[in-house]
């Protein structure tokens, strides 16, 4: 198991980059502002979310009618964190949740833009369910790992299909936000946690790299999973 994990964890290299909202962005708001440099530190992490095939490993009844190399989703943020816990105990590894500056740093790979793709996205690029003016142009369900293409990190689906739970706690802007890449706890919303992504059935505002939302921890949702991160 050890070894197989380790070919999905991506090696994301350390640097800085500018985290929030992109240049001439009109879907920007107030929760992905003020701008501000991060600087990363080297980690790993996964080239797509955790699976149903890989979650029934720790949950053997866990959606047994639905496709093995689909997303897991209906999955509350604390039986994320003890997934991570229980397969970094089986491996041997340091399995966590990304920080957000991680998750935005990893999406973004490089690129300034709103998307990884540019200023525009497309269902050729990402699954989500909505254009921009309310017509239906997605396939209206998740979609199977290995469906996209792997951004420069070697990573797919950080846009769509489902949103991922990170490990800060909810803050309703940037001041104070750590500038060293780590999870932001401190003097956030106690019961809530940052989701990263967008899902299917979003539109594409909801799938930029600097968009941001939260839920309560407790939250389950069909188009919420996780991806696993290491240090």
Not at 97 to 118: K, M, V
Not at 185 to 199: Q, W
Request: hydrophobic share 40%; proline share 6%.
């Amino acid at each position: 198991m050890s070894e197989a994990l380790r070919s999905t964890l991506q090696p994301i290299p350390a640097g800085e980059f500018v985290m929030g909202e992109s240049d001439a962005d009109k879907f920007a708001n107030d929760t992905e502002r003020p701008r501000h440099i991060v600087r990363i530190a080297p980690f790993r992490l996964a080239a797509f979310p955790v699976t149903n095939a890989e979650f029934r490993r720790h949950a053997p009844d866990f959606a047994p009618e639905e496709p093995a190399d689909l997303p897991a989703v209906n999955i509350t943020w604390r039986e994320a964190v003890t997934y991570c816990a229980w397969l970094g105990d089986a491996t041997g590894e340091s399995l966590r949740l990304p920080s957000e500056a991680e998750w935005e740093y990893a999406c973004r790979a490089g690129t300034t833009t709103p998307f990884q793709s540019g200023d525009e996205i497309t269902p050729a690029d990402a699954n989500f369910l909505y254009d921009e003016h309310g017509s239906r142009i997605g396939r209206g369900e998740r979609t199977a790992v290995g469906t996209f293409s792997a951004n420069a990190f070697g990573l797919e689906a950080m846009h769509g299909n489902v949103c991922e739970w990170c490990v800060d706690r909810w803050h309703a802007n940037y001041h104070g936000t750590p500038a060293d890449g780590s999870a932001w706890i401190a003097d956030g919303v106690a019961d809530r946690r940052v989701i990263r992504g967008g899902a299917w059935d979003y539109l594409p505002r909801l799938l930029r790299s600097s968009w941001r939302d939260a839920l309560p921890e407790d939250t389950r949702r069909d188009n919420v999973g996780f991806r696993l991160a290491c240090s």
